[in-house]
């Protein structure tokens, strides 16, 4: 059983590889296709944070993802396709609780990627990395309860709903719904 959060996973920017992806550290060169996805009102339909209106934006979370890294606070993947080097979305295991040795997982994909397979896949390579690599003994995911595309995902991955947290999120004027779905290393 995993107790301990491997801090040896911020020596060196852990790459990973899948049949279709390139799954790797960001660079301020993606900020033009960070802001494509962040910007894009489908992506950002149930993600209930606004959608980027500059590539500023895009610059500066970018460089919030990196340096989170170099604190050990959290690892943000951008996914490159294999056969072309496009980057096509991100993964992040972040909010890396050391305490109780869980981490928060979110991801998106610009919808032209959409239902391929391609979030499962990096998914997947991510769950093994975070029970296996960065040792966490949980990993949980906070989604909006109308989010029918990540709750399936991440049902077939092997994730249980713990939690349903009614108007929690204050965002735009409304109070949200959350639901808190779960995956422990014995799960999975
Ligand atoms: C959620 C998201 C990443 C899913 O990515 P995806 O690559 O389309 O998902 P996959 O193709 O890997 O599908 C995984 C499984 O979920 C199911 N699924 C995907 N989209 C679905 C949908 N709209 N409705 C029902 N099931 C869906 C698929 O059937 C698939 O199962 P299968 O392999 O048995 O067929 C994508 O929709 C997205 O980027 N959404 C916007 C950002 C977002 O909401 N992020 C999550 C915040 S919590």
Redo the contacts with the bound molecule.
């Keep these: 059983m995993n107790t301990r959060i491997n801090t040896r996973i911020f020596n060196e920017f852990p790459l990973l590889e899948t049949e279709r992806l390139l799954l790797r550290q960001f660079s301020l060169d993606d900020t033009a296709a960070f802001f494509g996805i962040r910007s894009n009102e489908q992506?950002m339909q149930?993600?209930d944070s606004f959608p980027f209106e500059n590539h500023n934006q895009a610059r500066q979370m970018i460089e919030q993802m990196n340096s989170d890294y170099s604190q050990q606070i959290g690892i943000n993947w951008a996914i490159q396709l294999l056969h072309n080097q496009k980057l096509i979305?991100y993964i992040g295991l972040w909010k890396i609780n050391y305490e109780n040795v869980r981490a928060e997982i979110?991801?998106?994909?610009h919808p032209f990627?959409?239902?391929?397979?391609?979030?499962?896949e990096a998914l997947h390579e991510v769950l093994c990395f975070g029970f296996n690599q960065m040792n966490a003994h949980g990993i949980e995911?906070s989604?909006n309860p109308n989010?029918?595309?990540?709750i399936?995902?991440l049902k077939?991955i092997g994730f249980s709903k713990e939690a349903h947290f009614r108007e929690n999120y204050y965002f735009n004027g409304n109070f949200v719904d959350s639901l808190i779905y779960c995956i422990n290393e014995s799960d999975f």
Excluded: F, P
């Excluded at 979110?106 to 994909?109: A, C, E, K, V």
């Design positions: 992506v149930y993600m979305g979110g991801y998106s994909l990627y959409w239902g391929k397979g391609y979030m499962k995911a989604v989010n029918r595309a990540s399936a995902l077939k």
